[in-house]
């Protein structure tokens, strides 16, 4: 693989965020499958800061959904710290 610039590797990955918004709800995991390349703390800080804009600009669910994404994949990665959930 050749060595990609910065640029072009953030608009890879705002291409996946792209197909994410619009497939179908469930197949999430089939689109990142596709491009397992591009999953990596890049991909996990590209989508907060979409997610983030998104919330700037009043869209919630898109928001939520990129948050809610970024966390499971940043979990899958080791990024995350797994948090127990004491009541």
């Known amino acids: 693989m050749t060595e990609q610039t910065q640029e072009q590797r953030q608009n890879l990955y705002f291409d996946l965020i792209d197909k994410l918004l619009k497939c179908p709800n469930g197949q999430e995991p089939e689109v990142l499958q596709q491009e ?21 600009e009043g869209n919630q669910d898109g928001a939520e959904f990129l948050f ?18 004491k009541e």
């Open 68 to 85: 809610f994404v970024a966390r499971e994949l940043a979990k899958e990665l080791g990024l995350y710290p797994e948090v127990s959930n």
């Open 36 to 56: 397992p390349e591009l999953i990596d703390a890049g991909l996990v800080q590209t989508m907060m800061q979409v997610g983030t804009m998104f919330a700037h």
